[in-house]
T-cell receptor, first 114, second 114 residues
Framework: DQQVKQNSPSLSVQEGRISILNCDYT??????FLWYKKYPAEGPTFLIS?????DKNEDGRFTVFLNKSAKHLSLHIVPSQPGDSAVYFC?????????????FGTGTLLAVQP | NAGVTQTPKFRILKIGQSMTLQCTQD?????MYWYRQDPGMGLKLIYY???????DKGEVPNGYNVSRSTTEDFPLRLELAAPSQTSVYFC?????????????FGQGTRLTVV
């Protein structure tokens, strides 16, 4: 049962254009969402997050949008740069309990063409 | 500023052999995690720990064991290696401060079982 889904395995965009990466989730208890970026042979690194009390969070070229009713979030990268080429993982966690386990999606490989 | 350090980076095991993947963090984080990433898949949680002396199973714990004797270290033990355990293993840590925080990952251990 995949609670966090990234249905696009790959995405290719031109340098300077917008990249939109999508993520859907099924667990209504999730209330904190994160995007991680992963280069080959490296561990994932945190990119941006959003709490369920917000519908948008912006950090420089990166913006995450959250649509709770649709259980959908998206990451926008504007403008896209070749250095943004990486695998992007969406992750989610739920309040409550004694842990903050992250549940990850399967990732989307972004290729930004010069 | 080491962060999360994993050793070894690469290892080839024969079926039935055992090994320990080492993970240490210097950020005084309470929570630590072990994930595995199979090709084309997201990160699956194997085991996690909310503090020294406390561990619990994640989504895919079978074939693995962990211990947490100190805040800094969280080794992952494979007792009888099987080909299905061929994967990339990531250790991560996080703090509980603010409840909504990101996890920091190590660079990964690529394990092949032949």
């Amino acid at each position: 049962d995949q609670q966090v889904k990234q249905n696009s395995p790959s995405l290719s965009v031109q340098e300077g254009r917008i990249s939109i990466l999508n993520c859907d989730y099924t667990n209504s208890m999730f209330d904190y969402f994160l995007w991680y970026k992963k280069y080959p042979a490296e561990g994932p690194t945190f990119l941006i997050s959003i709490s369920s009390i917000k519908d948008k969070n912006e950090d420089g070229r990166f913006t995450v949008f959250l649509n709770k009713s649709a259980k959908h979030l998206s990451l926008h990268i504007v403008p896209s740069q070749p250095g943004d080429s990486a695998v992007y993982f969406c992750a989610a966690s739920a309040r409550g309990g004694a842990t903050n386990k992250l549940i990850f999606g399967t990732g989307t490989l972004l290729a930004v063409q010069p | 500023n080491a962060g999360v350090t994993q050793t070894p980076k690469f290892r080839i095991l024969k079926i039935g052999q055992s090994m320990t993947l080492q993970c240490t963090q210097d950020m005084n984080h309470n929570y630590m995690y072990w994930y595995r990433q199979d090709p084309g898949m997201g990160l699956k949680l194997i085991y996690y720990s909310v503090g020294a002396g406390i561990t619990d199973k994640g989504e895919v714990p079978n074939g693995y064991n962990v211990s947490r004797s100190t805040t800094e270290d969280f080794p992952l033990r494979l007792e009888l290696a099987a080909p299905s355990q061929t994967s990339v293993y990531f250790c991560a840590s996080s703090t509980v401060q603010g409840r909504n925080t990101e996890a920091f990952f190590g660079q990964g251990t690529r394990l092949t079982v032949v």
